[in-house]
C-alpha cells in the first residue's frame, strides 16, 4: 500500500496543532485535526508527552500503514538536521535544550524504525504551504512573513526556502536586521505596539486585538497603525526588490487588523518603487501545517536539504 499520508504538526507558543496531509491530493484531512494547549514552561517529558498525546489523535484516525511520517514547523533556534532544540533566552520551552525531540517523540509514540520524523523552521513551513496550495501558488517567487509575538519571513523560489545567496539577508529572514534604534523584530511585532501606546498614554494593553478596537475612536492608536505601516513599507521594500518577489504573502495575529494598516503600507511599498503584490493568508495555520506535512514528499525533501542547516 503507497505511503501517501504525512502528518504536518505546528507547535506555537502555548500549543500544538497537528493534522494528516495527503501528499498526492495536496488536501489537509480535516476530521484528522488534533490540537492541544501547551505549557511552554513544563518539564521536557511533560511537553514531550502532550506533543505525542496531540500527535496519537491524529495518527489513530488513519491507517498506520499509508503514513509515512511527521513533519514538525518548529520555531528556532532549533537543529534542524538532528531534530536538537536550542531554544533559549525566551519565555518558551526552555527546557527542552538540548533534547533530541526526534528521538523523544519517536520514543512516545513507540513508531517503528523506518518511521520518519522531520523538522523545518516554523516560518519557512508556513511560506512552503502558502508558495504550493496557498496565494503564492501561481508564482515562482515569494516572500511570506507572519506579524506577531515577532517578526517572522522567509523567502521562497520555485517552492524551496532561499536562506542564503546576495538576494535574500543571512539566515533568509529578516528579523535580526538592524533598524533604528535596535532590530526589525523590537519595531514589527506585537510588543512594540504594546510598548508604544503604553510610553504615549501610561495605559497597559494586552494586544493588537484589543488595540485595534480602540483605533476608530482614538487617534493615538490609529496614529500607531500609520506609523507602523509607512516604516514596514521603507524595512521591506528593499528586500522584496532585491529577491524580486512577485507576491508578499501576510499572517500572523497582526494581519487581523490589516484594514487599519494595510493601505497605508501598500503605498509606502510604492513610494519605495516597490510594486510587489500584496495578499493576506487565507491558509493561516493550515499553512503551516501543509508546509510540514510536505517534507516527506520525496521531491520537496531533495531539494530542501541544503537549506536547512542554515534556518
Known amino acids: 500500500m503507497e505511503r501517501n499520508l504525512a502528518i504536518g504538526v505546528d507547535i506555537g507558543g502555548s500549543h500544538i496543532t497537528c493534522a494528516a496531509v495527503d501528499l498526492v491530493s495536496g488536501k489537509i484531512l ?110 515562482k517567487r515569494s516572500m511570506s512573513v507572519t506579524l506577531g509575538t515577532g517578526l517572522g519571513s522567509a523567502f521562497i523560489s520555485d517552492r524551496i526556502p532561499v536562506v542564503d545567496g546576495p538576494e535574500v539577508p543571512k539566515l533568509g529572514c529578516v528579523y535580526h536586521l538592524p533598524y533604528k534604534n535596535g532590530i526589525a523584530d523590537d519595531y514589527f511585532s506585537t510588543r512594540w505596539f504594546i510598548g508604544r501606546y503604553k510610553n504615549l ?72 518603487n516597490c510594486m510587489c503584490r500584496v495578499t493576506l493568508s487565507e491558509l493561516k495555520e493550515d499553512a503551516a501545517l501543509f508546509g510540514s506535512a510536505w517534507l516527506l514528499d520525496d521531491n520537496f525533501w531533495k531539494s530542501v536539504q541544503h537549506a536547512l542547516p542554515l534556518m
Open 201 to 272: 498614554t501610561g495605559r497597559e494593553l494586552k494586544g493588537v486585538k484589543e488595540l485595534s478596537e480602540l483605533a476608530a475612536s482614538d487617534k493615538i492608536v490609529k496614529d500607531l497603525f500609520t506609523e507602523f505601516a509607512n516604516d514596514l513599507g521603507v524595512f521591506l521594500a528593499p528586500w522584496l526588490n532585491r529577491f524580486n518577489a512577485e507576491i508578499l504573502v501576510i499572517g500572523g495575529n497582526i494581519s487581523h487588523a490589516y484594514n487599519l494598516f494595510g493601505d497605508i503600507f501598500e503605498e509606502s511599498l510604492k513610494k519605495e
Open 30 to 139: 480535516r476530521e484528522t485535526i488534533s490540537e492541544r494547549e501547551v505549557n511552554n514552561q513544563a518539564q521536557a517529558c511533560e511537553i514531550i508527552n502532550k506533543w505525542a498525546e496531540a500527535l496519537a489523535g491524529s495518527l489513530e484516525k488513519v491507517p498506520a500503514e499509508k503514513v509515512k511520517g511527521i513533519g514538525f514547523a518548529m520555531p528556532g533556534p532549533f537543529d534542524y538536521v538532528k531534530g536538537i532544540c536550542y531554544i533559549r533566552g525566551v519565555a518558551k520551552y526552555e527546557n527542552l535544550y538540548g533534547f533530541n525531540i526526534s528521538d523523544a517523540v519517536s520514543s512516545s509514540l513507540e513508531v517503528p524504525d523506518d518511521f520518519l520524523i522531520r523538522f523545518m523552521n516554523d516560518v519557512s513551513a508556513f511560506a512552503v504551504g502558502e508558495a504550493v496550495i496557498g496565494k503564492a501558488a501561481d508564482y
